[in-house]
C-alpha cells in the first residue's frame, strides 16, 4: 500500500508529514518505556524482518497481489510505540533506497501503514486479550483478529486522505468500496503471517513478547469465600540461558536473509491492492516519477547485475542488512537514553 508521489497534493502531504513527524517524537519518548533489556535488541530484528516480509506479496483475488503492511506484527511483539518506530523505519530504507513509495508521501506513508495500523491493532488487541482467558492461544488469536482488522483500517485510511487532497477526480464512494473489498483479503495473509510469527515466537520465548507479559497468573486460595493470592506465588525467574535472547535473534535473522533474499524471487508479480485500484480506478493519472528511480536498488534489484533471481536476491539482503543495522542503531539509542534518564543525578551539597 505504499502511495507514490503524485497521488495526494501538496498541501496534504505536508500536514500528513506534520503528523507523521509529531507521532514519531511522541513514540520515541514512548518507546523508551517498552525497549528493555529484552525487547531493544530484538526491536531492529523486527524491523528486518518486516521489510523481509514485505517482498513476498502473495495472491489475492482477480490479478491482485497483498503484503505485510506489519504494524500488528510489530506493536504486539515490541510494544505500540516502538512499532510505530519499526514500521517508519522500513519505509523510510524503502523511500530511499529502493524507490517504493514516493519520497513526498513519506508523511502519508507512515500516517496510514505505521501510525493507524499500529492504533488500530493494538488497541484491539488489548481490548481483545482483557476479555479473552489468560493464555498463549489467546494472545495468538488476538494477534490474528488485530492484523485482520488494521489493514483495512489503513484502505480506510487512505480513501479519506484521498477524498481530502487527492489528485484526480474520482468517486470516493467507488475508491472506498474497492480499497476496502480488496484490503479485507489482504488482511486474511496479514492476520496469518501476523498469528504465525506471534505464535512462533511466544512458543518458545513468551517473555520476549510484549503483548504477552503479565499473562501468567497467581496462584489463588479461596479465603472466606474470596480468592487471595496464594503465599510465594510469584513465578520464579527464568535462568540467565533461558532469558537469553542471541538465539532467537540470529535466528530471525537468518530467515530475514532467506525471505527476502531466496523466497521472495517467487512472490506474485501482481499489482497490490493499491496498484490495482489505482490503475482501475485512474487514481494514478498524475502519479509522478519517484525521486530516486535511478537508486541502484531501485525495483529491488541491483543495478547491472542482469539475473534477475540473483538481483532481486541481493536486494533483499541488503535491504535486510541495511534496516536491522538502522533500526538497531534506533532503538538503542532510545533504549541509552532511557537509561540515563534513569540514572540518578549527583548533587553536591555545602555544609
Not at 495500523?117 to 484491539?124: F, K, N, R
Not at 503465599?231 to 527476502?260: D, M, Q
Amino acid at each position: 500500500m505504499h502511495v507514490p508521489d503524485g497521488f495526494i497534493n501538496a498541501p496534504t502531504s505536508a500536514v500528513t508529514g506534520v503528523v507523521a513527524a509529531g507521532a514519531i517524537a511522541v513514540s520515541l519518548r514512548g518507546a523508551r518505556r517498552e525497549l528493555d533489556e529484552r525487547t531493544a535488541p530484538l526491536a531492529g530484528l523486527v524491523a528486518a524482518f518486516i521489510f523481509a516480509v514485505q517482498m513476498l506479496n502473495f495472491p489475492v483475488a482477480a490479478g491482485t497481489s497483498g503484503h505485510l503492511l506489519g504494524g500488528a506484527l510489530a506493536a504486539i511483539l515490541v510494544g505500540p510505540y516502538t512499532g510505530v518506530l519499526c514500521v517508519s523505519v522500513v519505509l523510510l530504507m524503502q523511500g530511499i533506497l529502493f524507490a517504493d513509495g514516493g519520497l513526498t508521501a513519506l508523511g502519508v506513508n507512515i500516517t496510514d501503514m505505521a501510525i493507524v495500523t499500529t492504533v488500530v491493532a493494538y488497541a484491539l488487541f488489548r481490548g481483545l486479550v482483557k476479555v479473552l482467558p489468560r493464555t498463549r492461544r489467546s494472545v495468538t488469536v488476538a494477534s490474528f483478529a488485530a492484523a485482520l482488522v488494521s489493514v483495512p483500517a489503513a484502505a480506510l485510511a487512505f480513501t479519506l486522505l484521498y477524498w481530502i487532497g487527492g489528485t484526480t477526480d474520482v468517486s470516493i464512494g467507488k475508491v472506498a468500496t474497492a480499497m476496502i473489498g480488496v484490503h479485507v483479503l489482504i488482511g486474511i495473509g496479514e492476520a496469518a503471517i501476523t498469528a504465525l510469527t506471534v505464535g512462533a515466537v511466544i512458543a518458545v520465548r513468551p517473555d520476549l513478547v510484549y503483548g504477552a507479559r503479565g499473562l501468567q497468573q497467581r496462584l489463588k486460595l479461596r479465603v472466606n469465600g474470596e480468592l487471595v493470592d496464594a503465599p510465594g506465588s510469584e513465578p520464579a525467574p527464568a535462568p540467565v540461558a533461558a532469558r537469553s535472547h542471541r538465539k532467537v535473534w540470529i535466528t530471525g535473522l537468518v530467515a530475514s536473509l532467506v525471505l527476502a533474499g531466496f523466497v521472495s524471487f517467487y512472490a506474485s508479480a501482481n499489482p497490490d491492492g493499491l496498484e490495482k485500484v489505482a490503475s482501475d480506478k485512474g487514481i494514478d493519472e498524475k502519479a509522478e516519477e519517484h525521486a530516486n528511480a535511478d537508486s541502484p536498488l531501485a525495483d529491488y534489484g541491483v543495478k547491472d547485475i542482469t539475473n534477475a533471481r540473483v538481483s532481486g536476491g541481493l536486494a533483499g539482503v541488503i535491504g535486510v542488512g541495511v534496516t536491522v543495522v538502522a533500526g538497531s542503531a534506533v532503538f538503542w539509542a532510545v533504549r541509552r537514553r532511557r537509561s540515563e534518564d534513569a540514572t540518578p543525578t549527583n548533587t553536591e551539597t555545602t555544609v
